[in-house]
C-alpha cells in the first residue's frame, strides 16, 4: 500500500504532471502557467539545497533528527493539490475539494517515507508544509482566473495518460545530488579561495591609493 504513495510522489510522476497542469494552464493564461512552473521550481530548489548541504557539507539538525527536507512529500502535496484542484474547478465543482485531497495524498506520501525509513518525521512534515505552502501561494491566484472554455475531460485523460506511463518509475535525482555534491562541494572551497585573493587585492589596492 506505502509503495503506492511513495511512487505517485516520485519525481518521475510528479513533474510531468505538473508538466502537463502547465501545458493545460498555458492555453488560457502563459503568465499563470509561468508563475506555477516559477513556484514549484523554488520549492525543489530548497529542497535541492537541504539535500545538496547535507550530502556536500553533512549539515543537519541531528536534536532534531532534521537532515534534509522530503522531495517526496514536497512535489506530491504541491503538485496533487494543484492538478486536483484545478481539475475540479474546471468541471466547474468545488476547488477547495482538490485541495483537501492533495493535502491527503501529501500526507500519505510522507507517511510512506517513514514506513521505508528514508527520512525522519520533521523531514516529511518540512516536505509536506512546503509543498502545501508553494501550491496555495498559487492556487490563490489561480483560483481567481476565470477560464474560458476549459475541456476537462481532455485534461484528465492527459493526467491519467502520464500517470500511467509514469508510475513505478524512480527519477534519479537523489542520486545525482549524492554523487555531485562533494563535487559542488570542491568547487565551493575554490570560488572561496578565489573570493579571498580577489578581496584582498582589491583592499591592497584600496590602501595604495590612499596613500
Not at 186 to 204: C, D, E, F, P, T
Amino acid at each position: 500500500m506505502w509503495t503506492v504513495f511513495t511512487n505517485i510522489g516520485d519525481a518521475a510522476v510528479t513533474l510531468p504532471v505538473a508538466a502537463v497542469c502547465a501545458c493545460w494552464i498555458a492555453l488560457f493564461d502563459v503568465k499563470l502557467a509561468c508563475r506555477w512552473i516559477a513556484m514549484l521550481a523554488a520549492g525543489v530548489a530548497i529542497v535541492g539545497a537541504s539535500k545538496i548541504f547535507y550530502a556536500g557539507w553533512g549539515i543537519s539538525f541531528p536534536a532534531s533528527d532534521f537532515r534534509v527536507i522530503s522531495g517526496h512529500a514536497m512535489l506530491s502535496t504541491s503538485v496533487w493539490m494543484v492538478a486536483l484542484a484545478l481539475q475540479l474547478r474546471w468541471w466547474r465543482l468545488p476547488a477547495f475539494l482538490g485541495i483537501a485531497a492533495g493535502l491527503v495524498i501529501g500526507a500519505l506520501t510522507g507517511v510512506s517515507r517513514l514506513m521505508d525509513l528514508s527520512h525522519s518525521v520533521p523531514e516529511v512534515i518540512s516536505g509536506w508544509i512546503l509543498g502545501a505552502i508553494v501550491a496555495l501561494l498559487f492556487l490563490r491566484k489561480a483560483l481567481s482566473v476565470e477560464f474560458e472554455r476549459p475541456r476537462p475531460a481532455w485534461s484528465a485523460a492527459s493526467f491519467l495518460c502520464v500517470c500511467v506511463l509514469a508510475y513505478g518509475h524512480q527519477a534519479p535525482l537523489q542520486r545525482l545530488i549524492e554523487t555531485r555534491s562533494p563535487q559542488i562541494h570542491s568547487h565551493a572551497h575554490s570560488i572561496m579561495a578565489l573570493a579571498g585573493r580577489v578581496k584582498y587585492r582589491i583592499q591592497s589596492y584600496e590602501g595604495i591609493l590612499a596613500r
